[in-house]
């Protein structure tokens, strides 16, 4: 049996994706440790960015199934824990420039309550599985499938009032449950070029009755 190191897991993990934001989880800073016992099992230590989070299930089971993919790993068994807890300054320094962090964004705000993000770029499934989102300036983001199916909502026809809308319904949770991590998956994918947003053209013509 091969010995695995955390060196590999490490690796492996770097392909799996927030289902927020379009970095690994690795970048993001969230896994917090990784012990692997004599019989080749791997325990992890991670956290989240939020403990509200609604994918907190989807993220685990994804970090699992690239634990998995190392050869020779005989099980995988990650452990939520809050402290310390997360913050930005976590992140790598790739990660960060990514988001732009630390920087103040030379960008128009989204208007949430009539913007209508329309997807651009393309999707790329990679020999392994794993999935690209490629902006036109061929930069590509690794993905999960959740965000993948986000994307192909954002047509330029939906509000994104009824983005939030479609994701609870999809994910069986409240409105309120998914609010903020959409309005967040916008804003991350319009900075990665991976949206645009467009806004119904409103006159600022008074005319007199």
Known sequence: MPTVTAAQVLESLKQCMDPEI????????????????????VDIKMTMTTRGCPLHDTLVSDV??????????SGTDVEIVWDPPWTPEKM??????????????????????????????????????????????QQGFMVNQAIVDFWHLCNGKRKITE???????????????????VLQLVQQLRDGGLVTINEPEVSNVQFKK
């Open 22 to 41: 379009p970095i690994s989880v690795v970048d993001m800073g969230l896994i917090y440790g990784v012990n692997i016992s004599d019989d080749n099992k």
């Open 64 to 73: 699992k199934r690239y634990v998995n993919k190392v050869p020779g790993v």
């Open 92 to 137: 790598s320094e790739e990660a960060k420039k990514l988001i732009n962090y630390g920087r103040e964004k030379k960008v128009a705000p989204i208007n949430y309550e009539v913007a209508m993000p329309q997807g651009i770029g393309s999707v790329v499934k990679q020999e392994d599985g794993s999935l690209l989102l490629v902006n036109e300036n």
């Open 163 to 181: 983005l939030v809308d479609n994701f609870a319904q999809k994910m069986g949770l409240q409105r309120g449950q998914v609010e903020r991590e």
